[in-house]
């Protein structure tokens, strides 16, 4: 089993940054691709941004430009940079990644952080 733990939410006023982590843990494990998703209130989970194992990324539109998806393969760690962020940005966002173990491909999920953009 791989557990995922994000951090580095929090309230941060429109036109700031923040920088998301997400750490990986287990044994026997690797990853394929880190995803990062988010939950407005009231709204249904959207995915926000991919990232593969070979460093190839994707991201829904609204995001596109503000925020940065990166990894750390050797760390185990995955990382969402967001800037310009807008009040439209507050969610929780959860950290998702694809793992291999023992050769069977399973899918885990953070626990979210939250992130709360107001002046």
């Known amino acids: 089993q791989v557990q995922l733990v994000e951090s580095g939410g929090g309230l941060v006023q429109p036109g700031g940054s923040l920088r998301l982590s997400c750490a990986a843990s287990?044994?026997?494990?690797?990853?394929?691709?880190m995803a990062w998703y988010r939950q407005a209130p009231g709204k249904q989970r959207e995915w926000v941004a991919t990232?593969?194992?070979?460093?190839?990324?994707n991201y829904i539109d609204s995001v596109k430009g503000r925020f940065t998806i990166s990894r750390d393969n050797a760390k185990n760690m995955g990382y969402l940079q967001m800037n310009n962020l807008k009040p439209e940005d507050t969610a929780v966002y959860y950290c998702?990644?694809?793992?291999?173990?023992?050769?069977?491909?399973?899918?885990?999920w953070g626990q979210g952080t939250q992130v709360t953009v107001s002046s």
């Open positions: 990232i593969t194992i070979d460093g190839r990324t």
């Open positions: 998702n990644a694809l793992v291999t173990v023992g050769g069977l491909f399973s899918r885990s």
């Open positions: 287990g044994s026997g494990f690797s990853i394929n691709s």
